[in-house]
Antibody
Framework: QVQLQQSGAELTKPGSSVKISCKAS????????ISWIKQRPGQALEWIGA????????GYNEKFKGKATLTVDKSSSTAFMQLSSLTPEDTAVYYC?????????WGQGVMVTVSS | DTVLTQSPALAVSPGERVTISCRAS??????MHWYQQKPGQQPKLLIY???NLESGVPARFSGSGSGTDFTLTIDPVEADDTATYYC?????????FGGGTKLELK
């Protein structure tokens, strides 16, 4: 069965960076894009960007350019998102999701807390 | 960006029919999808491409619409349907989500 397993919660300080992972299983990793989605506490969902694991090609929401960097490791079927120059406004749950026009499978989410 | 507008909350009784609306600021053709999110869980895909039922989702859920106006219908509503429902478009970049409709049961 398709699964997206994300890394554990992160507690980080303002100005730092964090890299979270999303390990895919149960399907051909290079056949579907992986998107990343942000959800602040009690708020709606925001699309950050997407990566094509086969080509490494990326597309970003303009709002997150310079904030998020998406990469993949095909050998381990894992997608990564690095968030830089963290501020309290980056405190959120971050989801990865498999995309084929819609987001049909989601990871369990990673809580990133930015606090001094 | 394409703005998706949803009513913030609805309250219905079990067994009733409920419709949740989503209005787009510009046409998204039929590239509209619906998700259910329960507290502490990741969103779950219910309906894709406006009217297609995702595998494993009960037939009580249905979707309709095209262009700028879309509807998610649950008939009949069950207690387990208490959740927040989001619409999402993938016609225009960036992909965008509605603000969510919180469904409560009386």
């Amino acid at each position: 069965q398709v699964q997206l397993q994300q890394s554990g919660a992160e507690l980080t300080k303002p100005g730092s960076s964090v890299k979270i992972s999303c390990k895919a299983s149960g399907y051909t990793f290079t056949s579907y894009d992986i998107s990343w989605i942000k959800q602040r506490p009690g708020q709606a969902l925001e699309w950050i960007g997407a990566i094509n694991p086969g080509s490494g090609g990326t597309g970003y929401n303009e709002k997150f350019k310079g904030k998020a960097t998406l990469t993949v490791d095909k050998s381990s079927s894992t997608a990564f998102m690095q968030l830089s120059s963290l501020t309290p406004e980056d405190t959120a749950v971050y989801y990865c999701a498999r995309e084929q026009l819609r987001f049909d499978y989601w990871g369990q989410g990673v809580m990133v807390t930015v606090s001094s | 960006d394409t703005v998706l507008t949803q009513s913030p909350a609805l309250a219905v009784s079990p067994g009733e029919r409920v419709t949740i609306s989503c209005r787009a600021s510009e046409s998204v053709s039929t590239l509209m999808h619906w998700y259910q999110q329960k507290p502490g869980q990741q969103p779950k895909l219910l309906i894709y491409l406006a009217s297609n039922l995702e595998s494993g989702v009960p037939a009580r859920f249905s979707g309709s619409g095209s262009g700028t106006d879309f509807t998610l219908t649950i008939d009949p509503v069950e207690a387990d349907d208490t959740a927040t429902y989001y619409c999402q478009q993938s016609w225009n970049d960036p992909r965008t989500f509605g603000g969510g409709t919180k469904l409560e049961l009386k």
